[in-house]
């Protein structure tokens, strides 16, 4: 198995900007989530999708942040218009429900850098 | 709101001693999880413990539970290069059912020294 695949590993761009992430969840995984790591407030769960519908976003920060899972094995995340203090790691991460206690298995992270 | 506090948040130590890191959660929690980062990296899960008293055990590192005390520990065993890392703890707030995303501790950032 591949693991879960995000990209870009890593983005920089000025401010003002639209940013994308993409993740491919490991296949077979009904659940998604983002998360974000930053050193001032550590890693903070941003979304997460149950069978590719939303469940919980009370972790977005802004209505600049957006979600979606248009299918089971793809997820963006989005930010417009990216700002300097969405500098950080943004990672994704999926579970399978009745699987190895629910364990979340983590893809690389995608460095955005927001100048 | 879920917290989850760990301590120490910075640990130096030499090879072949033993230390315990903590990890307390201030609600009632149906899993614990820890994960290992290495600098630059993702998280790598080391454990998951489910029920009070739960050990695990893995190599040198051991995981425990108390759910009334509503603490975690990791306990670290003879010591090598090879377990400098950033430890995490992470908690899920129960549910009625299905998986739910996880608070993290701010980890512990461990040295082991030669």
């Known amino acids: 198995d591949a693991g879960v695949i995000q990209s870009p590993r890593h983005e920089v761009t000025e401010m003002g900007q639209e940013v994308t992430l993409r993740c491919k969840p490991i296949?077979?995984?009904?659940?998604l989530f983002w998360y974000r790591q930053t050193m001032m407030r550590g890693l903070e769960l941003l979304i997460y999708?149950?069978?590719?519908?939303?469940?919980?976003d009370s972790g977005m920060p802004e209505d600049r942040f957006s979600a979606k899972m248009p299918n089971a094995s793809f997820s963006t995340l989005k930010i417009q218009p990216s700002e300097p203090r969405d500098s950080a790691v943004y990672f994704c991460?999926?579970?399978?429900?009745?699987?190895?206690?629910?364990?979340?298995?983590f893809g690389p992270g995608t460095r955005l850098l927001v100048l | 709101e879920l917290k989850v506090e760990q301590n120490p948040l910075f640990l130096s130590m030499q090879e072949g001693k033993n230390y315990t890191i903590y990890c307390n959660y201030s609600?009632?929690?149906?899993?614990l999880y820890w994960y290992r980062q290495d600098p630059g990296k993702s998280l790598e899960s080391l454990f998951v413990?489910?029920?009070?008293?739960a050990v695990k055990q893995e190599g040198r590192l051991m995981a425990s539970l108390d759910t009334k005390a509503r603490l975690s520990t990791l306990h670290i065993t003879a010591a090598v290069h090879d377990l400098s890392a950033t430890y995490f703890c992470?908690?899920?707030?129960?549910?009625?059912?299905?998986?739910?995303?996880?608070?993290f501790g701010k980890g512990t950032h461990l040295i082991i020294q030669p």
């Open positions: 991460a999926s579970s399978l429900w009745g699987h190895h206690q629910e364990t979340q298995y």
């Open positions: 296949s077979g995984h009904d659940y």
């Open positions: 999708f149950n069978n590719n519908v939303p469940i919980d």
């Open positions: 609600t009632t929690s149906d899993r």
């Open positions: 413990l489910l029920s009070n008293g």
């Open positions: 992470a908690v899920v707030s129960p549910t009625g059912g299905g998986a739910d995303g996880l608070t």
